[in-house]
């Protein structure tokens, strides 16, 4: 098959008359190559893992060429690399720690830096501010946030802020309390958005980049439907609409966002499963692309990505694809650089699959070649060069 930018628009890619009728806005500009970067998969360390394992991402052919264990740590489930590329972060699920590390460009080890309480049970996720210096990480099992300040050398300090979530939501078996699933930073960096699937809540937070102070803001919240179990957030690149993902009930969920006030006004919210399928099923990860024309989301237990296109006009979106993961239980996924690619990382499985991505279509296909095995993959980070 030819590399994404030379794809002719139909050629092996099934069109649906949905996307027929959006090819006039979907037209656009293909991505740039880049060099090869850096993948990073964390894993859960209780199923044959020892750690956060590296990756050479080669984007001529689409192929994930492994490098090995790059650091053995516990529970690495979710990662962040600074935007100077030269550290990497991961929280430790089992330890209620965040580990900072220093990234070897040339063999991709990690040497570890240093090691820092998360002020909560089960950190789960992680963001970094705008300015790199402020590392938000979200707590699960304790419903909680905290901000790390971070040196130039990396590494990282004890909790400038800690701020307790409050709440609970009709699913007695996940949202008995607060669950802290999601952080992420507003574009001008004045706030702190954090999902808490067990309050069905966003929370938002004004953020003090001189300070690493948290302080709620008015309104301190946006909810989603009662059970949903918001998770994961996305902003669209016009910094006007925050995508949010409901694990519980398979949804998004998108919101007006105003800037200025940090506030979240709901507009619509669709499924990420087809009609007509009545198995279990819950999502995980969410992403825009950078042109702002797609969502994608991951369905655990219809294993596939969906997609959903984004009217140009309003913003909301159009349920327009299903494509399967090719393993069981893609907990997360990530676009590369370029947007050419999409990898997705099939838990249960034990792979990490490889998907070319529609240069105006959006619509997902295999590259080709058989998923990269990896010990339970549950985040799967780029790199740049």
């Excluded at 192929?63 to 529970?75: E, V, Y």
């Excluded at 979200?138 to 419903?143: I, L």
């Excluded at 506030?263 to 087809?274: F, I, K, N, R, Y």
Aim: charge should be positive.
């Amino acid at each position: 098959m030819s590399a994404p930018n030379s794809q002719p628009l139909c050629s092996n890619w099934p069109v649906t008359p949905r996307l027929l009728l959006l090819l006039p806005f979907l037209l656009g500009p293909l991505p740039a190559r880049a060099a090869d970067p850096l993948v990073y998969a964390g894993t859960y360390t209780n199923n044959g893992s020892r750690g956060i394992y590296a990756f050479r991402f080669q984007t001529a052919t689409g192929k994930l060429a492994p490098l090995g264990l790059a650091a053995q740590t516990p529970g690495p489930s979710f990662l962040a690399a600074h935007p100077n590329h030269r550290f990497l972060y991961a929280v430790n699920e089992p330890t209620n720690t965040v580990s900072a590390f220093a990234i070897n460009p040339k063999s991709a080890r990690l040497t570890l830096l240093n090691q820092a309480a998360s002020r909560g049970a089960a950190p789960c996720h992680l963001a970094l501010d705008r300015t790199g210096r402020w590392l938000a990480v979200a707590n699960y099992g304790s419903g909680s946030v905290a901000v790390l300040p971070v040196g130039p050398d990396g590494k990282l300090g004890e909790a400038a802020a800690v701020v307790q979530h409050h709440g609970s939501g009709p699913n007695p078996a996940r949202q008995k309390g607060p669950h802290a699933h999601c952080v992420l930073f507003s574009s001008d960096n004045r706030f702190l958005l954090a999902a808490d699937l067990g309050a069905d809540k966003i929370f938002v937070y004004r953020f003090d980049a001189a300070t690493g102070s948290l302080t709620a803001n008015d309104p301190p919240s946006a909810s989603v439907a009662p059970g949903a179990g918001v998770r994961h957030l996305a902003f669209h690149p016009n910094g006007k609409v925050l995508y949010a993902i409901n694990e519980l009930a398979s949804t998004v969920t998108a919101f007006g966002y105003d800037a200025l006030r940090g506030a979240l006004d709901e507009m619509q919210t669709v499924s990420t499963l087809p009609e007509g399928f009545t198995g279990a099923s819950t999502t995980a990860e969410i992403a825009v692309n950078a042109a702002g024309t797609f969502v994608y989301g991951s369905n655990r237990g219809h294993d596939s990505i969906a997609l959903l296109a984004i009217d140009p006009q309003r913003f909301t979106l159009v349920p327009m694809d299903y494509a399967p993961t090719l393993g069981k239980t893609p907990r997360h996924f990530t676009l590369d650089p370029t947007g050419a690619y999409l990898l997705a990382a099939n838990q249960d499985t034990g792979t990490i699959a490889v998907f070319r991505v529609h240069p105006h279509t959006g619509q997902l296909q295999p590259v080709g070649r058989a998923p990269t095995r990896v010990p339970s993959p549950v985040c799967v980070l780029f790199v740049a060069p």
